[in-house]
């Protein structure tokens, strides 16, 4: 069940989809993917950088596809894992090829500087082989608005994109168009990583919790307001027993064994603590513990 930016009150079945058997969705805040069983990725939602990654929907200003359709360009491919940036999507195949299409002024696609000749419009309209993890055999596949984290075969963390408030986690401040291993946490054995607007958290199969980014509502968890330019240990979260987690635009989640504790940006009630408030360090959703 599909719904979006003109239809915010509708919820419908799909009926052009169905019977595709969808394994996965993922959603950046304007555009929207999901894999099926069989490997094909299908995109849907704003189209005005190209980044659901092929041309046509062309309705509006913006441009917006209503009905998810096939990438055709990566039929033949079997993609495994996919995620969604503000303006830009990356896709990793079965074989261990990630692809990019979608804006790339920050550098978040990962192919090196591209040519504004060859490229005027400030996005690429179909994907593009990132070329430098070929040989690192990547598996998992988070973007932030303008940045992009892969974890590989060896549970090493490469990034790219924006330099703004530290958010690749590189000690340099510029954006880094192609994909570098963060080497301050290299050898952790990450198994999850999530991305919320600017800022980052990873999780090793220890449980140990890393962040890094833009901190200014809290959202890295570890006490204070102040952003960090490279991976940070959450220590509060030592002996919670992390299984999970996941971020919003400025706040994150955080599940245990038997627990959800969330903190950074509390508009609108997000973070479920009964108030508007930011939260600087990891709290339990009490409510959520009592009655689930």
């Given at each position: ?24 969705t ?33 309705e ?57 000749d ?104 570890i006490?204070d ?68």
């Open positions: 069940y599909l719904y979006g930016i003109r239809s915010v009150q509708i919820v419908a079945l799909k009926e052009s989809v169905r019977g595709n058997d969808f394994i996965a993922m959603s950046g805040p304007n555009h929207s993917a999901g894999i099926t069983a069989a490997g094909q990725i299908f995109t849907w939602g704003a189209n005005d950088t190209k980044q659901l990654g092929y041309p046509g929907a062309e509006g200003i913006l441009g917006i596809d209503m009905d998810p359709r096939p990438v055709t360009a990566l039929q033949g491919f079997v993609v495994v894992a996919a995620s969604c940036g503000k303006s830009h999507t990356v896709a990793i195949t079965e074989d261990g090829q990630v692809f990019s299409w979608g804006a790339f002024g920050n550098g978040q696609l990962g192919i090196g500087e591209v040519s504004r060859k490229f005027p419009f400030g996005y690429v309209d179909a994907p593009s082989k990132i070329h430098a993890l070929d040989t690192a055999a990547p598996r998992i596949v988070a973007c932030g608005y303008y940045h992009t984290v892969i974890v590989d075969g060896l549970g090493d963390i490469w990034t790219f994109g924006t330099g703004d408030h530290g958010v690749h986690g590189h000690e340099h401040h510029f954006d880094q168009p192609v994909p570098l291993i963060l080497q301050s946490i290299h050898g952790h054995d990450f198994r999850q990583v999530a991305c919320g607007a600017s800022h980052t958290i990873a999780l090793t199969a220890q449980g140990h919790v890393y962040a890094w980014g833009m901190n200014e509502h809290g959202q890295l968890g006490g307001t102040i952003s960090r330019r490279q991976p940070v240990l959450n220590a509060g979260c030592n002996g919670k027993n992390i299984r999970k987690i996941a971020c919003g635009e400025a706040h994150t989640a955080f599940l245990s064994d038997r627990d959800i504790f969330t903190f950074g940006d509390g508009s609108h009630g997000a973070l479920g603590h009964g108030n508007s408030k930011s939260q600087l360090s990891p709290k339990c959703v009490i409510k959520l513990s009592e009655e689930c």
